[in-house]
Structures are given as C-alpha cells and as structure tokens.
C-alpha cells in the first residue's frame, strides 16, 4: 500500500485497542508541504482525577464491544455509589442547609443530552439524565421533578447524607465560613469522555457541587456546553472545578469548538482555561479540563498544579497529573 494511502486509512479506522498513541508526518508526492496524519487509538476512556475504578469499569464495557455511553453511565455510577468521593452521589457534601442536591449530564454520539439538577436522595444521577435523554421530550429536569421522574423510573429514594459528610457539615457551621480548599472543594467532580470501538464519542459529568453552597445553586456540571460538550465529529471535553468559572466561558463547547478549527485536545484545553486566567483573579479557586478528540488523542489543563486525570486504553489505567498555568 503506498504509504499516503495508508495513512489517509489509519485516519478513518480504527485501529483496535493494540495501537499505541503515535502521528506520523509525511510529504506529500509533489513535496508542496509536510502533513501530519494521527493514528486513531481507541477504545480509550479519560475521566478528571484519580478514578482507576471508574476508568476500568469503563474500559471493560468499551472491551467487549460496548457502546461509549453505556461505558459512561457505568464508569460514572463506580463515583456515584462510593460513598469515600464526597464531591459526586451518595456521600457527597451537603449545601449550607444540609441537602444534598445533585447535578448530573450525558451527552451521546448524536448530540442528545438528558441531565437532571438539583436532585435530591438518588444516588445515581447520571443514570436518570440518561433516561430523561432518552424516555422524555426534555433534556433537563430539576429538583422535585427530576426526583418524581426519577422513582417514577424504578429508582430508589434514600438518604445520600452518609455520617462523615454529616459531621463536616456540623463542624463547618460552627462558623458558616465558606473558604474552598483548592483541588478539594473546588473540586472533584467526575467528568468522563468516552471513544469505542466505532470511534464514536459519548460524555458523562456528576457531582453533588460546591460544599456548603447556598440552597438551589447549580455549576457547570449539568450544563450543556460548560460542565460537558460532545460532538461526535469532533470530539469532547468536560470540566472539573468552580462551576461559576466555567459557566461564564461556557468552557466544553469553547473546547471543542478550538478543536474543529483545528487545535489538538492539549491546545484547546489550554486556551479555555486562558480564558478564565485572563479575567482576573484566580488565586482561590480551580478549574481543570479534559478533552478527547476523533482521534482518541486526549489533553488536560488546569489552573493550579494538583489535578490528574485518569485514562484508560488498553485495559491499563494511567493516571497522571496535568500541566497547569500556575504551577
Ligand atoms: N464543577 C462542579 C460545580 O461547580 O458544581
């Protein structure tokens, strides 16, 4: 095969899970100018922070053949149930009156989006944004609503205020001094994006938000276009940290759309968060960005330093802090 015509190959198929991440550069026959093809790399999963759990949950359902938004709702329900992640489902951290009200959104390989906001006492949001994508003529659904959706569907309620977010929260009011910890509460919500075997891209983001905010606030995670934004011939990129932040530039699209005109994953990632750096002031807060493009090649940037993401590709977790702007 002439080696042009192998790499315009290489760029539409996927190439399975053995292929590493590589690009080839070749000239041209005519010598006008160097092109540079990337070698697709997928199934691959990349989820914000240190969540080998959900990754490889993620991966065994890419695997075997699965789609990526069934590797995405399942990857996002290992965050959802453990109770240790207090910033995502059952566990998380309460708002200032002591609810727990979660926000959570998918987004599948034909642009559909389903989330719910707000909700309270389901452990699983991303699974009732799922059905709200795909059992109602809505996309977005909140707090008494989503949670009457969500048991009309089959889920169980239940308390989602475990004893050790309980006595964090009687020990914060004590002073009612909200003063967020960068890289904890500013913070650990789960955003995952998702390539499988088609080389088709879903994306999923859950969280239980700030710690301690005010009752009725919702961030970027639910938000489609801030917390999460996909398109399939693109790619996609979703958001961890301050919420407000990432709202103001709704960050996911920005990204992915830096990326249809051309910039890699890494490039895009970079210039969303140079566009909250540049307004000003960032010293007491974070935001983090992953991105995956067609391809599978995949970026993460931050604010701070102390933010990793996780990938996963070739059943092999890596998870890796980021570069950042302020290091
Ligand atoms: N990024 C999650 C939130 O601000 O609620």
Same mark, same amino acid.
């Given at each position: 095969m002439k080696r042009r015509k192998f790499i315009q190959n290489a760029t539409l198929t996927g190439a399975g899970v053995a292929v590493g991440a590589h690009v080839i550069s070749c000239t041209t026959e005519k010598k006008e100018k160097t092109k540079i093809a990337v070698v697709p790399e997928f199934p691959k999963v990349i989820a914000t922070w240190n969540v080998p759990n959900a990754t490889e949950t993620a991966w065994k359902v890419l695997e075997k053949g699965g789609s990526s938004l069934d590797a995405i709702e399942q990857g996002c329900r290992i965050e959802e149930a453990d109770e240790r992640n207090q910033s995502v489902g059952k566990g998380g951290r309460p708002d200032r009156d002591g609810n727990v009200t979660l926000d959570a959104c998918i987004m599948d390989k034909n642009g559909n989006y389903g989330a719910v906001v707000c909700m309270q006492h389901i452990k699983h949001p991303i699974s009732v944004a799922r059905k709200v994508m795909e059992d109602t003529p809505h996309v977005l659904l909140a707090g008494k609503g989503a949670e009457k959706f969500a048991i009309e569907s089959g889920f169980?309620?239940?308390?989602? &205020?475990?004893?050790?977010?309980?006595?964090?929260?009687?020990?914060?009011?004590?002073?009612?001094?909200?003063?967020p910890v960068i890289n904890i509460e500013?913070?650990?919500? /789960?955003?995952?994006?998702? /390539?499988?075997?088609?080389?088709?891209?879903?994306?999923?983001?859950?969280?239980?938000? &700030?710690?301690y905010k005010m009752a009725g606030?919702?961030?970027d995670s639910p938000i489609v276009g801030s917390g999460l934004f996909i398109d399939n011939e693109i790619g996609g990129a979703t958001a961890t940290g301050m919420g407000e932040e990432v709202l103001k530039t709704v960050g996911s699209f920005l990204i992915v759309e830096l990326m249809r005109q051309g910039r890699s994953p890494q490039e895009a990632c970079e210039e969303g968060i140079k566009r909250i750096v540049s307004k000003g002031n960032f010293d007491n807060f974070q935001v983090a960005y992953v991105a995956m493009n067609k391809s599978g090649e995949t970026g993460s940037y931050s604010i701070h330093s102390g933010f990793s993401a996780t990938i996963n590709h070739n059943g092999i977790n890596n998870n890796k802090e980021s570069m950042s702007f302020n290091k």
């Open positions: 169980q309620p239940e308390d989602l &205020l475990t004893e050790a977010s309980r006595k964090e929260w009687e020990k914060w009011r004590e002073t009612s001094n909200y003063a500013n913070h650990d919500t /789960i955003g995952m994006l998702a /390539i499988d075997k088609n080389g088709d891209i879903a994306g999923g983001c859950t969280t239980s938000g &700030l710690a606030r919702v961030g």
